[in-house]
């Protein structure tokens, strides 16, 4: 038998050794020359674009809703104001038990039970840092007895808003209209940037006709914001490269009517409640000098909110103090 004996050869072995080296480097060097090329990619030529993109991220623009337009008559008199009010305002994250909490304020009488459920969805549909309205306006009382057992509700507090408020309300709810909150229909066909950050808008007479005189041009501010979209203190310096920059909103137009509002008052004195219309006009240019429909309502409980028993009974009256006799009814002139 023939023994083979075998011999190492240590030539071919470097050589192999070598080549892998060169492999490895040559494999190595590339990666490494692909992650230097990225970095200065992101670093130097990107800067600007994911410096912009972070700022963005940072920085959130709030709506700032402007100030509604007045509405006077050919005296100046206010038919249609803004007044300062007082909105119960909940935020979530603060309250420990939702539940308990609007059961509670039903029964103060500040919420209506039948709006639990409602405000419960509402407060699980957005972040739990943002506050839900429970009622948009609490008169003296309300407000007064809040304020007394305050304490015994955590993160429900009032907050001053402006409301929309009509002096002579029941003299002119017809021909001056309303304002209700704004509805999915109203949100498809108005420009939804312009009503960032409003929550009413015209629903009849003047304030729907002249709704884009009477709402403004709305503003925007910067706020800085963190990752979950919660604001942040922050020195306003932060803020000086953000665009665009703060717009201050622009408030509504005042309007003056043709209504005279003696005219007004004496023809609904004179309607006592019957139903009927009154509309006076100056023959010599047209002008409605009064425009009256009765039975009459009284506006101010649209804008600032009003309970479904009493909705429910407007509608239902058989008087039907909502039709505006004046414009819709079919009455000889006389």
Same mark, same amino acid.
């Given at each position: 038998m023939d023994i083979f004996t075998t011999i190492k050869d240590h030539h071919s072995e470097k050589q192999l050794f070598v080549a892998r080296v060169i492999l490895s480097t040559a494999i190595a060097? =590339?990666? !490494? /020359?692909?992650?230097?090329? +990225? =970095?200065?990619?992101?670093?130097?030529? #990107?800067?600007? =674009?994911?410096?912009?993109?972070?700022? /963005?991220? +940072?920085?959130?623009?709030?709506?700032?809703?402007?100030?509604?337009?007045l509405i006077l008559d050919r005296k100046g008199r206010v038919l249609a104001e803004n007044l300062p009010?007082?909105?119960?305002?909940?935020?979530?994250?603060?309250?420990?038990?939702?539940?308990?909490?609007?059961?509670? !304020?039903?029964?103060?009488?500040? @919420?209506?039970?039948?709006? @639990?459920?409602y405000f419960k969805k509402l407060a699980k549909s957005g972040p739990r840092f943002k506050p839900?309205?429970? +009622?948009?306006r609490l008169n003296e009382d309300e407000l007064a007895d809040f304020a007394l057992q305050r304490h015994?509700?955590? /993160?429900? #507090?009032? %907050?001053? +808003? =402006?409301?929309?408020?009509?002096?002579?309300?029941? #003299?002119?709810?017809?021909?001056?209209?309303?304002?209700?909150?704004l509805s999915t229909n109203?949100?498809?066909r108005l420009d939804a940037?312009?009503?960032?950050?409003?929550?009413?808008t015209g629903k009849s007479g003047i304030e729907f006709q002249y709704e884009k005189l009477l709402h403004g041009n709305t503003g925007h501010s910067?706020?800085?914001?963190?990752a979950r979209g919660r604001q942040v203190p922050s020195d306003r310096r932060d803020l000086s490269q953000a665009l665009p920059e703060n717009v201050a909103p622009h408030p509504g137009q005042t309007l003056y009517l043709s209504i005279d509002l003696d005219l007004q008052q004496t023809a609904t004195d004179a309607l006592h409640g019957r139903r009927g219309a009154v509309v006076a006009i100056d023959p010599n240019n047209g002008e409605i000098l009064a425009q009256v429909s009765s039975p009459t309502f009284d506006s101010n409980n649209f804008?600032?909110?009003?309970?479904? %028993?009493?909705?429910?009974?407007? %509608?239902?009256?058989?008087n039907r103090p909502l039709f505006n006799r004046a414009v819709l009814g079919n009455y000889p002139p006389g």
């Open positions: 060097t =590339l990666l !490494l /020359g692909t992650v230097i090329a +990225r =970095l200065i990619q992101l670093q130097v030529y #990107d800067y600007e =674009l994911f410096a912009e993109q972070s700022q /963005g991220n +940072r920085i959130r623009i709030q709506a700032v809703a402007p100030t509604r337009g009010a007082y909105q119960l305002e909940m935020i979530p994250e603060l309250v420990g038990d939702i539940d308990d909490t609007l059961r509670r !304020l039903a029964t103060l009488g500040l @919420i209506e039970n039948n709006r @639990i459920t839900v309205t429970l +009622r948009f015994r509700f955590p /993160g429900v #507090d009032f %907050q001053p +808003r =402006l409301v929309r408020h009509y002096p002579h309300a029941r #003299d002119s709810a017809h021909v001056i209209g309303y304002v209700g909150a109203d949100l498809n940037a312009e009503y960032a950050g409003t929550s009413h910067q706020i800085v914001t963190n804008s600032q909110g009003m309970t479904e %028993q009493t909705f429910k009974a407007l %509608q239902s009256d058989p």
